[in-house]
C-alpha cells in the first residue's frame, strides 16, 4: 500500500509530506484547493507525461517521492523489476521518486537505481488502481474483464494454460513436419540427382589431406627424378664407392689383429659401411615415395578437382561431404517415411486439442455461471446507489477459434444499460462520469476483488448526489477499504467524509502575489469542523457542527 508521499514544487505545493495508513482515509477542500494536483503528482509516479507546466513557478525543477509497503511483493512488480535489472532487499519499502525539470525533461528513480519512465508505468497496475471522471483504465477496460471475472469464480487458469501450451507445441511440431516434408517433396528430383553425384564419387573422410600429400610428393618426384636416378648410379654396381668400403673392410679385417691402429681402423670403416648401408636405404625409400608416376598423379588431381568442386557446390568443406551424402538420405528417407509421421503428429495435436478444448469448455461453463452470480451481486449494489433504473450485464461470448489461447475460448465484457428498454453497451460508453464511478464502485464492491493494485483511489465519485446516496457510497468505500486494504477517496459529501479513518484537508491560501497548496491530517476536532463546513458552506454554524458529530457517531 502507499505509505508516504513527498511532493516538492509541484504547482501551487512548495513542500509536503503525507503519511497514509490501511482502510479508508478520504481527502476534502473546497473546489479549486488543489485535490487535481495530488493526483497529478501521483500520476508522474505511476508514468504519467512531465509536463513542464507541473513545475512550480520560478524553481528550477520538482519531485514526487512515493513509498509504497508490501507483505510479499506482487509477481509483477518482481517481474518488472528483474527485467530491468533492478534489485529491491525482501522486506524493503518499493521507492519510487520522479524528477520533472523546468526546461523539459525528466528522470526516474525506483529505490534509488535509476528507471525508465516505461517502467513506471508497467509497475503501475500493481501499485495504483484510480477511478475518476474520465479514467479509460482499470475496470472501464475491457481487456482486463476476464481476469476480473475469473478470479471471482476462482477459475484454473494455470491448468488451462498447461493445456494450452501443449496444443500449441503439438501444432508447431506437426507444422514442422508438414513443411519438412513439402520442401523434400519439392526437392526429391535435386536431391536424387546430388545424392547420386556424390555417390559416385564416395568421398571419404581425410580423404583430402592424403590426395593433397601424394599429390605433392609426385610433383617433387617429377622435379628431382634427374639428381636420384644420379644418386642411384652413384650407389648401385661394382664399382660404387659402398662396394668399394665394403672390398676395403674385409681386405682390413684380415690385417687388423697385427697392430691396435689398423682394429681401430676397422672398427671405422665398420661404421662408414654401416652409415653409407643407411643412407643407401634412404635415398631408395625415398625413390620410391617420390616415384613420378604421371598416370597416378593425373588421378590424383582429377579426383582432387572434382572433390574440391563438389565440396564449392554444395557450400561445405570437402570433409564434410560424407556428412552431406548422410543428410541427403536422411530427407529422402524422409520423404519416404514422412506421411506415417505425419499420421503420428496429427493423432498427438488432436488429443492436445480436445485437452484443450474439453477443459476450455469447463471454463467456460464456470464463466457463465459465475457471470450470473456476478450479475446478481452487482444488481443488489445498484438501488442503493441511485442507479436503480440501470443494468448490468457481464457478457460471455465464444471466440473464433484463431482467437482462442491460454485464456481460452471466450471473450469477457461488463456492459451496462442506464435507463429501461435500452441496449446494452460497454462501461466505457456511459455518458454521465458520476454513473460511470458509481457502477465502478458498485462492481468493486461485488467482486471484491483481491490481487489487484495496492492502492485505490475514487476521485469525486459522489459527484452530483447527497443525502441517502452518499450515505450508501459511504459505507460502500469504507466495506471495501476494510477488503481491499487501502483506498483513497476524494470527496466533497460530509456522509463519505464521515466514514474515513484517516482525513486530509486540502486548502489553498495566498500572501501577496503568492498562492500555495497545503494539505493537512486532521485530527477528531477538525474532523468535526470540516465535515461541519462541508455540510453548511462558508459559515459554519452550530446546527452544522451537531450533524457533523451525528455522521461521525453514526459510522
Known amino acids: 500500500m502507499l505509505t508516504r508521499l513527498s511532493i516538492r514544487n509541484i504547482v501551487l505545493i512548495e513542500a509536503l509530506d503525507l503519511d497514509f495508513g490501511r482502510g479508508l482515509g478520504v481527502l476534502t477542500g473546497e473546489t479549486g484547493a488543489g485535490k487535481s494536483i495530488l493526483l497529478d503528482a501521483l500520476g508522474l509516479i ?18 514526487v517521492t512515493a513509498s509504497f509497503e508490501f507483505a510479499e ?58 477511478h475518476g471522471q474520465h479514467d479509460d483504465r482499470g475496470l472501464v477496460n475491457p481487456r482486463g474483464h476476464r481476469a476480473l471475472l475469473d478470479r471471482y469464480a476462482g477459475t484454473d487458469i494455470a491448468s488451462l494454460e498447461r493445456r494450452w501450451r501443449s496444443w500449441a507445441k503439438a501444432e508447431a511440431q506437426l507444422a ?35 590426395l593433397a600429400a601424394a599429390r605433392t610428393d609426385m610433383q617433387k618426384g617429377e622435379k628431382l627424378s634427374g639428381e636420384l636416378e644420379e644418386l642411384r648410379h652413384v650407389w648401385e654396381g661394382s664399382d660404387s664407392p659402398l662396394a668399394a668400403l665394403r672390398v676395403a673392410a674385409r681386405k682390413l679385417d684380415r690385417i687388423a689383429s697385427e697392430h691396435p691402429l ?59 561431404l560424407p556428412d552431406q551424402m548422410r543428410a541427403m538420405r536422411a530427407k529422402l528417407d524422409a520423404i519416404e517415411g514422412g506421411e506415417a509421421q505425419l499420421d503420428a503428429l496429427e493423432s498427438a495435436a488432436k488429443e492436445a486439442r480436445d485437452a484443450y478444448t474439453e477443459f476450455a469448455a469447463k471454463v467456460q461453463n464456470a464463466r457463465i455461471n459465475a457471470a450470473k452470480k456476478l450479475d446478481k451481486a452487482v444488481a443488489a449494489e445498484l438501488a442503493p446507489l441511485k ?32 435507463n429501461p428498454g435500452a441496449d446494452f453497451a460497454p462501461l466505457a460508453k456511459i455518458a454521465s462520469g458520476g454513473e460511470l464511478s458509481r457502477f465502478i464502485l458498485a462492481l468493486k464492491v461485488a467482486l471484491a476483488e483481491k490481487g489487484g493494485a495496492a492502492t485505490i483511489i475514487f476521485d469525486e465519485i459522489d459527484r452530483g448526489v447527497g443525502g441517502a446516496v452518499a450515505s450508501a457510497i459511504g459505507e460502500r468505500l469504507a466495506r471495501l477499504a476494510s477488503q481491499e486494504g487501502q483506498l483513497l477517496a476524494v470527496t466533497h459529501s460530509p456522509q463519505v467524509a464521515a466514514r474515513g479513518g484517516m482525513h486530509y484537508m486540502i486548502a489553498k491560501a495566498s500572501s501577496g502575489t503568492v498562492t500555495k497548496t497545503s494539505v493537512m491530517l486532521l485530527d477528531d476536532c477538525g474532523r468535526q469542523e470540516e465535515i461541519a463546513r462541508m455540510l453548511s458552506g462558508a459559515e459554519v454554524t452550530p446546527e452544522a457542527r451537531a450533524q457533523a458529530n451525528r455522521l461521525l457517531e453514526g459510522v
Open 73 to 130: 511483493l506482487p509477481k509483477l512488480i518482481v517481474r518488472a523489476l528483474d527485467d530491468a535489472d533492478l534489485e529491491i532487499e525482501p522486506g524493503e519499502p518499493l521507492m519510487i521518486r520522479r524528477q520533472v525539470k523546468a526546461d523539459g525533461g525528466s528522470k526516474a528513480f525506483v529505490n534509488d537505481q535509476p528507471a525508465s519512465v516505461a517502467l513506471l508505468r508497467e509497475l503501475a497496475p500493481a501499485l495504483v488502481e484510480l
Open 387 to 418: 442507479l436503480d433504473a440501470a443494468r448490468f450485464l457481464t457478457s460471455v461470448g465464444l471466440l473464433p477459434e484463431d482467437k482462442w489461447g491460454a485464456h481460452g475460448m471466450d471473450s469477457v465484457e461488463f456492459l451496462i444499460a442506464t
Open 176 to 210: 514442422e513436419a508438414r513443411a519438412d516434408v513439402e520442401q523434400a517433396k519439392l526437392d526429391q528430383d535435386l536431391l536424387i540427382a546430388h545424392l547420386a553425384e556424390l555417390t559416385a564419387l564416395e568421398p571419404q573422410a581425410g580423404e583430402e589431406v592424403r
Open 46 to 63: 505511476l508514468g504519467d507525461r512531465a509536463e513542464t507546466a507541473l513545475v512550480r513557478a520560478g524553481e528550477v525543477k520538482a519531485s
Open 262 to 320: 689398423l682394429s681401430e681402423a676397422l672398427s671405422a670403416l665398420d661404421r662408414a659401411v654401416i652409415e653409407a648401408g643407411e643412407a643407401e636405404e634412404k635415398l631408395e625409400a625415398a625413390a620410391e615415395a617420390l616415384v613420378h608416376d604421371p598416370q597416378a598423379l593425373d588421378a590424383a588431381e582429377t579426383r582432387l578437382f572434382e572433390l574440391r568442386a563438389l565440396a564449392r557446390k554444395h557450400r561445405c568443406e570437402v570433409d564434410d
